[in-house]
């Protein structure tokens, strides 16, 4: 199903256009990959003996697999609220860089801050990905009820893969579960490749890969951000100086 063209009736009405991005979950193949995650998710919150509600609540929240796993891991292992709240907000700093890119693709000359306020929040590395292959098919007026759309629709899957992980806890492997939860790094890893075509993505994204084996020797905890900050400024570098030779 594709997108209507971008001078369509059907892009009129920011209702539809939420429509639009809510269909658009389908289009991707990491809805299915989240669906997988959360499953794990889901399953890791039962084995460690929080309720149904809270993951959930913590799926609406956090919004983000990665730190929902170090929440529910710090806090099962007996570290206290605010040890939790740092760890996950130390992971939560990669997504900054994310919310800022988008966001710019989304306003208009007349766009308020509050209107953004859903989008930002939904902005994780799936509708970062999603962002930057749908949004150009989309009529910037319009953008923002896409995203939401799109957003809500990810969400909703992640909260029935929550549920129904929750209850397949006691069939499910640590095997299994750890082999579900890899599932998200890969697909975030090939859906970059697949859209870099800058010469400065190709550089941030190889660079990324290459350091992070010898961010991971420091044993801090910050290996992704040690890697990717130092790869992206290099990324950044190059940039720079291509335009400057342009």
Same mark, same amino acid.
């Given at each position: ?37 959360? @499953?794990?998710?889901?399953? *890791? ?25 170090? *929440? ?31 966001? /710019? ?33 989309? /009529? ?18 992640? @909260? ?20 579900? @939860?890899?599932?998200?790094? *890969? ?25 992070? /084996? ?33």
């Amino acid at each position: 199903m594709a997108l209507p063209p971008l001078d369509s009736p059907q892009w009129q009405s920011p209702l539809r256009a939420f429509g639009w991005g809510l269909r658009s979950v389908t289009q991707t193949i990491l809805t299915l990959v989240l669906f997988a995650t959360y @499953l794990g998710i889901g399953a *890791l919150a039962h084995d460690t003996h929080f309720s149904l509600l809270w993951a959930l609540c913590s799926t609406l929240f956090v919004w983000a697999g990665p730190a929902q796993i170090i *929440l529910i891991t710090t806090l099962g292992s007996g570290a206290t609220i605010i040890q939790s709240a740092i760890a996950v907000t130390v992971s939560a700093i990669r997504l900054f860089p994310m919310v800022v890119s988008v966001l /710019p693709l989304m306003r208009t000359p007349t766009t308020r801050r509050r209107e953004l306020f859903f989008a930002a929040h939904l902005t994780a590395v799936t509708l970062w990905v999603e962002c930057h292959r749908f949004l150009p098919q989309v /009529p910037r007026e319009r953008r923002i009820a896409f995203v939401n759309g799109l957003g809500f629709g990810l969400v909703s899957v992640c @909260l029935t893969a929550n549920t129904v992980g929750y209850f397949l806890a006691a069939n499910l492997t640590q095997t299994l579960g750890a082999a579900i @939860l890899m599932l998200t790094p *890969l697909s975030f890893l090939f859906s970059t490749a697949r859209n870099s075509r800058e010469a400065a993505d190709v550089v941030a994204l190889t660079l990324g890969v290459l350091l992070y /084996p010898l961010a991971a020797k420091m044993n801090s905890g910050l290996d992704i951000l040690v890697s990717g900050l130092v790869a992206g400024t290099i990324a950044y570098g190059v940039h720079w100086w291509r335009e400057v030779r342009a």
